[in-house]
């Protein structure tokens, strides 16, 4: 009994992305790569991914550098104030994006790539925070001491000794900020300005009023494609961990 | 010293995150004049009607995904065994998809079904979306729970729907809160799926954002924004006082 709801659950699940990339090879029931030739071709398309991938580079850069800073600070030294790390995860990211908006707005600061890029880096060192550190508190800080009483200072020690322990939480983090970035829709659009477009308010210009094409499908699947490679490596380091 | 490589990221979240909303404070009374009328307005039936139907979309998401979400990691928690390990993965793999583009994929089906731009294809998204936010904090509840209790139950007597009631179900009230917390708060202010999916369904998310991106009233989005975050805060304090702190 169960198990028959089990599985009919995940199919509902799986079916409909699995049916989107079965539709992106297919024209009038034969085989074609021709969507796809179309998505390559498309100038709009191109640029636009040019945007989120160069978007998503650099807000990964910087969130991953300030957030683990400040993971490693409250973890090493008693801080008051942690939760100012947690508020960013917990409120609605359209309330988030409306309140970009207006600081924008009321600064008359130019809307386009850098107020986009600000607020996803503001996003993503939150979730960089929590993920860093968590990976942290798993070890002990007798080995710092250790380097430290060894002779190396404060700074040779957080690069030899801190950094290496915390490398997998940081690309762990590192992943789960580009993802972020990457498929970001709602708080892109508050905070861009004319010229700049990525790949999710491209498939939303297009999506929005209800229609369905294949190129538009072929578009998803080599968005997904990228997502699950992510998610690929993501779960490899997760059970390297374990 | 150690504390000075926090400052950096504190200052940033200042400045780009704590700072603007603030300003959506000062935006919402008025500025620049100082009045208070956008409150006023925005208690008004118009108002109410979106606040009305949010919360009911957002309650029968919740629900729903509930319904669905706990025989399943019930499942994968205490009787997969072997297909556990697969299971879970395919649970984990939908948070790595953008919800625009699973938004799209079952938008693709509704079509094929003719129930584009209906209040039950935004339930349907809906649920569709927020489904595995569900399941996963009810299966680490799960998890935990401790298999002999169970057997205890039955070994004094009591038939399984018996158990389920007095020892299952209570054990994995933690795992229920943050469910509904991580379901019900986001739905609540949804833009993506109504917007796609429902046509003229109006919700607390798509008045957003016509307010700011339509007719850039800031001054009403404001308020309307406020109300909600105040919703929001007021269930979560009210969770917190409850549960001591949020585990996520």
């Given at each position: ?22 539709s ?18 498309d ?32 973890l ?123 790949l ?26 990228i ?16 | ?44 039936p ?17 629900i ?34 953008s ?30 979306d927020?489904?595995?936010f ?63 999916l ?7 998310g798509?008045?957003t954002w ?10 009403r ?28």
């Amino acid at each position: 009994m169960m198990q028959i709801f089990v599985l009919i659950v995940f199919t509902i699940l799986y079916a409909p992305i699995v049916l989107v990339i079965i539709s992106s090879f297919f024209d009038a029931g034969n085989f074609t790569l021709k969507w796809f030739e179309d998505v390559f071709q498309d100038e709009k398309i191109l640029k636009a991914f040019y945007n989120s991938i160069t978007l998503a580079i650099l807000s990964t850069l910087f969130s991953v550098i300030l957030g683990t800073a400040s993971a490693y600070a409250f973890l090493r030294s008693k801080m008051k104030f942690e939760s100012l790390f947690y508020t960013p995860i917990i409120i609605p990211e359209i309330t988030e994006a409306l309140s970009l908006l207006l600081f924008y707005k009321f600064l008359s600061f130019p809307l386009g790539f850098f107020s986009v890029l600000l607020g996803h880096i503001a996003f993503n060192i939150a979730f960089v925070f929590v993920i860093v550190k968590a990976r942290l508190s798993g070890y002990e800080k007798s080995i710092e001491e250790v380097s430290l009483t060894l002779g190396a200072n404060e700074v040779q020690t957080f690069f030899r000794v801190t950094i290496p322990i915390a490398m997998p939480g940081i690309v762990a983090a590192s992943l789960i900020a580009f993802t972020l970035s990457w498929d970001n829709f709602i708080k892109t659009v508050f905070t861009t300005g004319p010229g700049f477009q990525t790949l999710p308010l491209l498939i939303w210009s297009q999506a929005a009023r209800g229609v369905v094409s294949p190129s538009l499908s072929a578009l998803t699947t080599l968005m997904l494609l990228i997502s699950m490679i992510l998610a690929y490596f993501y779960v490899r380091i997760s059970i390297k961990r374990e | 010293m150690k504390k000075i490589s926090a400052y950096p990221g504190i200052i940033y979240l200042i400045v780009f995150f704590y700072l603007p909303l603030l300003i959506v404070i000062v935006y919402s009374f008025g500025f620049p004049n100082f009045k208070f009328d956008y409150y006023i307005e925005i208690s008004k039936p118009l108002y109410f009607k979106v606040f009305l139907n949010s919360f009911i979309l957002a309650g029968i998401t919740t629900i729903s995904c509930f319904l669905l979400a706990y025989p399943l990691a019930y499942y994968i928690a205490l009787r997969a065994q072997k297909w556990k390990n697969l299971l879970l993965i395919l649970l984990i793999l939908p948070f790595w998809m953008s919800l625009l583009l699973r938004t799209y994929a079952i938008m693709n089906i509704l079509n094929t079904f003719g129930l584009m731009f209906t209040f039950t294809a935004v339930v349907i998204g809906m649920v569709y979306d927020y489904l595995p936010f569900m399941v996963l904090p009810l299966y680490a509840s799960l998890e935990k729970l401790k298999k002999s209790q169970i057997e205890a139950s039955y070994v004094l007597g009591a038939n399984p729907w018996k158990t389920f009631f007095k020892i299952t179900l209570p054990q994995s009230k933690s795992g229920i809160i943050a469910g509904v917390i991580l379901v019900f708060i986001p739905s609540l202010g949804e833009f993506v799926v109504p917007a796609m999916l429902g046509g003229t369904y109006v919700t607390i998310g798509t008045i957003t954002w016509d307010l700011f991106l339509r007719y850039h009233d800031w001054w009403r989005g404001s308020a309307l924004s406020m109300l909600y975050m105040a919703i929001i805060f007021i269930a979560l304090a009210f969770y917190m006082r409850k549960e001591g702190k949020i585990e996520i």
